[in-house]
RNA sequence: CGGGGCGUAGCACAGCCUGGUAGUGCGCUCGCUUUGGGAGCGAGAGGUCGCAAGUUCGAAUCUUGCCGCCCCGACCA
């Protein structure tokens, strides 16, 4: 993608409304442009950031047997009727009516419309284990949106949920999905670590939040150096005996937001608790039949009689974890993106734009690199060195490719590693074996 | 939902107290000089001063009402 082709409304002040570092980047970075309290509209590089993280969630959770559906944002008022939602959800429920007046909703979440669709066609336990999942935007009307993408009401969030025969599948399915946000958020460049979470009204055992570690993150969370440590479970498939033994390690360590940290019940030496600040991208849990008995969810056990199925969701905060990701990787310069979830791999600067050979060369360069399969945006503009280089750190492509008449002159291509700062002077040949992974 | 703050050009802000033809920097357009870490000079474009009512000869400025946005706290992917 040439830059002179793209849309990259980037700022040089920080706009005022914007107070955390992820916000102000990404507003800077022209990824996203407020529409109103809490809602946003993407722009080019943003959506592209949201697309590639939206991918990864989604190739892992395929990866872990759930299907995917599309429900629709727009559900009728009777479904949470059913359930008894409708009242209980308060105002953070937003709610339309159509010409027809009737009821209807935009959608917080799923539970009722997924229990719909699989009572209406799930008759036996043959059929089972079942794990749908999508990936659409919700609507929270939340008292207070902020941080930007960060907590906002209109938000793009994957939501899976799972029907079992009985408790020990739910579990497993349960378990299932703990691993498959492990690997998931290994792949986004994270370092992401489950907390026993607060079941709320619903009780049992089980129910995780997973939080990204970083500093300006909204809560304190407390646990166990080791954790850290843990490799990130890479199988593609696993029984339910080995999906037991990753969770049980993962849960053998203390790990508590501040809200469930006693300081008197931690049993940790005080020398191997570590106290961090961290964000919530996402949150299984376990429910039992609390939707699929109001909604008659039932199928034909083995014995013939009917079962109520048992059922557990699993959430990740797609739109979130563009903000989370660059809470976790920023420096002063800007954004420092992961390779997996980048908008581009490669930024190539063109020092002279207008000089003949320099635009030569860089034109080759860009072709060479595009024709690699990798994605490059190549700043042909007519703007100087100073600016572009800022430009490039600001919106934090990996890696960046320097081209100058110096350059030109000596064959030569400066290659900077935007996460570790390192630059080198390589030979074109070198420098694309080096950008294309041949190295 | 309690508390606080702010709305003036695309962005950041000054002007308001003490009413009198709307300003600065950045950005944008054109020209020239520049070109390896956000250049220099010159010439331009761009504003119903959030909205409405009121006071006044005259309102960005004073009064009232409304709307929007942000921050802190209690709650949430």
Redesign the pocket.
Known sequence: MRLSRFFL????????????VS?RLML?AGMIQ??????YSWLPLGHRVLKNIEQIVREEQNRAGALEILMPTIQPADLWRKSGRYDDYG??MLRITDRHERDMLYGP?NEEQVTDIFRSHVKSYKNLPLNLYHIQW?F?D????????????E???K?AYSFDLDYEGARTAYNNMFVAYLKTFARLGLQAIPLR??T?PIGGDLSH??IVLADTG??EVFYHKDLLGLKTPEKDSYTAEELQAVVDEWTSFYAAAD?MHDPAKCDVPEGDLVSRRGI????IFHFGDKYSQPFDAVVTGPDGKDVTVSMGSY??????LVGGIIEASHDE??IVWPENVAPFKVGL?N?????GPCDAACDDFYGKLSAAGIEVLYDDT?????????????IGLPW?A???????ASG?V?V?NRATGD?QELSVDAALNLLTGKA
């Not at 040089?12 to 409304?17: C, T, Y």
């Not at 919530?280 to 949150?283: A, L, M, P, S, T």
């Not at 020092?351 to 000089?355: E, F, V």
């Not at 320097?402 to 030109?408: L, S």
């Open positions: 409304p980037t700022l040089k002040e920080d706009p005022k409304e914007a107070q955390i916000h800077r407020q529409s109103s309290a809490g809602i105002k953070e979440t919700k929270r939340e008292v207070r949106p902020r941080f930007g993408i960060m907590r906002g009401r938000f793009l969030m939501d979470a607060d709320g939040e997973f909204e809560s809200d919530e991208v996402g949150h959430g990740i905060g797609v739109s979130r310069n800007g600067i020092l002279k734009s207008g000089d007519a703007g100087r060195g100073g600016e572009k280089f800022a430009k490039m750190d600001l960046q320097v081209i100058g008449p110096r350059g030109v030569m400066e900077k630059k």
